[in-house]
């Protein structure tokens, strides 16, 4: 597939920044990064993927070049997504959700899963939340000035990846997102619970966890076994928290399999 355009749509009066790939008409594929991302997260998997996926990385609100929202909650992340696929006028929507994406993707499962074929959930926050421990706050807080400090916990988050010019852009798009967003985004995923909500949800969901994992575990990730009938859990034994940079050919591998069905 062709390198992603930058486009911009207005979503709940809200100016929103994405990639886009492929031909209109195609199986649209929306992809939703997580904390400290931005759509480029993605953008080396929709290089890979055959035309016929029509693909989107969108910037949530608070993030990359999209504009910034006074209210920081997965809730409102969720709608934003929902109006952004009802503003492209897509549907059957494969959606992907990477680390707190996973809970965004949650949300939009629960809002409006009439607008969905399949789910892909990339080391995804649990569906009762995800805790950050308090002493782990003042980290967070110093991300915003310190780029050396924030590009050694983002390299944590991908293990396996060699550390090149994509990791530094990486850094330069974590750096673009709202700054009052490095504490509260950690706190909007301490205050959700999806768990009954999800009971019942008939799409199929595919889960991802890297054993090498920091921040989602094994166990976290099969908790989706007792709410939904349809999950399948897929541990990846020899990556991390994010195989969407890490190996984005295996990464396609998998959506392609998991799509094609």
């Known amino acids: 597939m062709e390198q992603p355009q930058s486009r911009y749509v207005k979503v709940l009066d809200k100016k929103l920044h994405y990639l886009e790939a492929g031909k209109p008409g195609g199986i649209p594929m929306v992809f939703v990064h997580g904390n400290f991302a931005s759509g480029k997260w993605f953008e080396p998997a929709m290089e890979l993927l055959p035309e016929s ?12 070049r999209s504009d910034r929202t006074e209210e920081v909650s997965i809730d409102n992340y969720g709608k934003h997504v929902v109006d952004f696929i009802k503003q492209l006028e897509l549907e059957g929507v494969i959606l992907v959700g990477h680390s707190l994406g996973g809970a ?9 899963p009439d607008l969905l074929s399949r789910v892909v959930l990339i080391d995804p926050a649990p569906p009762d939340g995800l805790k950050t421990p308090p002493e782990v706050y003042p980290f967070l ?18 293990p396996t990846r060699p550390v090149d010019e994509f990791t530094e852009l990486l850094v330069d798009e974590a750096l673009l997102m709202d700054p009052k967003c490095f504490t509260e985004n950690a706190c909007a ?31 976290m990730a099969k908790g989706f076994e007792k709410i939904l009938h349809t999950v399948h859990v897929s541990v990846l034994e020899n990556y991390g928290h994010s195989i969407n940079v890490e190996n984005p050919g295996l990464f396609v591998e998998m959506l392609l399999e998991f799509t094609s069905k």
Request: glycine share 6%.
């Open 189 to 219: 995923l301490e205050k959700y619970n999806y768990s009954e909500e999800l009971k019942g949800i008939e799409i199929p969901v595919l889960v991802i966890v890297g054993r090498k994992d920091i921040l989602i575990t094994e166990e």
């Open 104 to 112: 965004v993707v949650q949300n939009v499962m629960v809002r409006r």
């Open 141 to 158: 807080d110093m991300y915003r000035s310190n780029r050396e400090l924030l590009k050694k916990a983002l390299i944590g988050t991908m």
């Open 53 to 64: 996926y029509h693909t989107f990385a969108l910037d949530l609100p608070n993030f990359g």
